[in-house]
């Protein structure tokens, strides 16, 4: 029993800690000029090359999965 109150002070810890860093860390981007968009050079879009790569790995992970199952 004294090792679950132990382990919830240290999840508690952990999760009061891990706010506080996130609120430093979105006051420094605010500092910075941060505005909730992301910039970027260029526009992004979804290419034929994009499209094609993304059909690919995924028949290639399939595959590969299939042939793990196989071997084994």
Do not use: C, H, P
Request: hydrophobic share 45%; no cysteine; proline share 0%.
């Amino acid at each position: 029993m004294w090792q679950l109150k132990t382990m919830g002070n240290m999840i508690g810890t952990l999760f009061v800690r891990s706010y506080e860093r996130g609120e430093r860390v979105y006051s420094a981007m605010l500092a910075r000029g941060y505005n909730g968009q992301t910039k970027t050079l260029r526009n992004l879009k979804m290419d034929t090359v994009d499209f094609t790569f993304g059909i690919t790995l995924g028949i290639m992970l399939v595959l590969s999965g299939i042939w793990v199952n196989l071997v084994r």
